[in-house]
């Protein structure tokens, strides 16, 4: 059983373009995450929900706009995409506050041509 | 400032022997959690080792352990016996505020290459 999953696993698209990730956890956790790893490996977080709520905004264009449907899902769509965006997307959860370890989904490549 | 500090880009060790991944971190909450993450090439974050703020003890998991010196800010890893499989990129990472909603800053990370 897969625990955080993300789908897609690649995704390629073209300047401009629309598109999503989705994020779903079947960890009962309460709180998920989105984290960009870029070119040089560097993990930074973009958004954290805490039961459909958005609690962490980090400094990130308005392009990018999470959705968290129930407490399970996390999805990202990123609009207008830029040659910039291209990176790793993960997909974190964890349980509540003080939470000693927040489990990672595989991530999705993003590849903006 | 950055919040976590990982010295060593690359790091080359041999089959069978232990190997130091050095992290030293910055906050003045006196509340935090450390840890680290193993990521191999194939992408997956996988969670090795959580040392709290408070906790006496260094942590151990396996082969895993975590020397933590609180007054010099640092929780270096340390993977004895390393594999071939321990070939990664190892990253060091901080939650502050332990008991509030926080999430995870990272260090720039360690590439790990073990050889036989």
């Known amino acids: 059983d897969t625990a955080v999953s993300q789908t897609p696993k690649y995704l390629v698209t073209q300047m401009g373009n629309d598109k999503s990730i989705k994020c779903e956890q079947n960890?009962?956790?309460?709180?998920m995450y989105w984290y960009k790893q870029d070119s040089k490996k560097f993990l930074k977080i973009m958004f954290s929900?805490?039961?459909?709520?958005?609690?962490i905004n980090e400094t990130v264009p308005n392009r990018f706009s999470p959705k968290s449907p129930d407490k399970a899902h996390l999805n990202l769509h990123i609009n207008s995409l830029e040659l910039g965006d291209s990176a790793v997307y993960f997909c974190?959860?964890?349980?509540?506050?003080?939470?000693?370890?927040?489990?990672f989904g595989p991530g999705t490549r993003l590849t903006v041509t | 400032a950055q919040k976590i500090t990982q010295t060593q880009p690359g790091m080359f060790v041999q089959e069978k022997e232990a190997v130091t991944l050095d992290c030293t971190y910055d906050?003045?909450?006196?509340?935090?959690?450390l840890f680290w993450y193993k990521q191999p090439s194939s992408g997956e974050m996988i969670f090795l080792i959580y040392?709290?703020?408070?906790?006496?003890q260094n942590a151990t998991e396996g082969r895993y352990s975590l020397n933590f010196q609180k007054a010099r800010k640092s929780a270096n890893l340390v993977i004895s016996a390393s594999q071939l499989g321990d070939s990664a990129m190892y990253f060091c990472?901080?939650?502050?505020?332990?008991?509030?909603?926080?999430?995870?800053?990272f260090g720039k990370g360690t590439m790990l290459l073990v050889s036989p």
């Open positions: 974190a959860s964890s349980q509540g506050k003080g939470a000693q370890e927040q489990y």
């Open positions: 960890l009962g956790h309460d709180t």
């Open positions: 929900y805490n039961n459909k709520e958005l609690i």
């Open positions: 906050t003045s909450d006196p509340s935090y959690g």
């Open positions: 040392q709290g703020s408070y906790d006496q």
């Open positions: 990472a901080m939650r502050e505020g332990i008991s509030g909603y926080s999430t995870l800053t």
